[in-house]
């Protein structure tokens, strides 16, 4: 019957709450006033100073707060969540991050989505969690052995899978390639590291004479 989740006043768990993690932390809670747990190495106090300025709009139209936590471990989120978000880099440490004893430890029905690195879960286990647990749902749109999708994935009702594509926009897309084309010119033109924390100054037309943003971006700062 094409039925789903409700989401709304449910809670959504964010691991990784960084750039990224936070604008989708923040899309979830205004769009379906949300409660939030999330994990990550440091509490992200622009966020939660955020999520309390949605309070206090909330306060004023009579509609009841959301909550916000900021837990110490992936499995306090993993066990509170309605809906886990990733959006962590992939390194030792979070490689099969989400394997069988996390999946355990989430609800039956709960809804895991993978939008970062796909070798943080394990997809093996996943696909099986998923075929004993009807009720619980996938969304990924990053895969454990890319370009190649693990075929008991494919052949799941409640696993929905897309192709790499969360950026697939052409202004994202356009612009991506103009921060690339921008990083190179900046470090040919010696220019120095932007420090601030928005980017939006680069996709004007004449944008600022600074290098944007690049892995390296300590290793040149200290030179």
């Not at 959301?66 to 809906?83: P, R």
């Not at 619980?136 to 052995?145: P, S």
């Not at 494919?154 to 990083?183: D, F, G, Q, Y």
Request: proline share 5%; glycine share 4%.
């Amino acid at each position: 019957m094409f039925l789903g989740k409700r989401l709304w006043r449910s809670t959504v768990g964010i691991i990784g709450a960084g750039r990224i993690g936070s604008a989708y932390a923040l899309m979830m809670i205004k769009a379906f006033q949300m409660n939030l747990i999330y994990f990550d190495n440091k509490r992200n106090i622009e966020l939660e100073k955020e999520i309390e300025a949605y309070n206090e709009y909330l306060e004023k139209t009579c509609c009841l707060p959301v909550t916000v936590s900021n837990v110490h471990s992936v499995d306090e989120v993993l066990k509170e969540a309605d809906v886990v978000s990733l959006h962590i880099p992939l390194t030792k440490e979070t490689r099969h991050l989400i394997s069988k004893k996390q999946l355990l430890t989430m609800k039956t029905d709960a809804v895991l989505i993978n939008s970062s690195r796909g070798p943080i879960i394990d997809e093996a286990v996943l696909a099986e969690h998923c075929k004993t647990h009807p009720d619980f749902t996938a969304g990924l749109d990053v895969f454990e052995q890319e370009p190649v999708v693990h075929e008991a994935l494919k052949e799941l009702p409640n696993v929905t899978i897309t192709p790499h594509i969360a950026s697939a926009t052409l202004w994202a897309r356009e612009n991506m390639a103009k921060l690339a084309a921008l990083n190179i010119k900046g470090v040919i033109e010696d220019y120095p590291v932007w420090d601030q924390g928005q980017i939006e100054p680069f996709l004007k037309s004449v944008p600022p004479k600074a290098i944007p943003n690049i892995i390296n971006k300590s290793v040149l700062t200290a030179k």
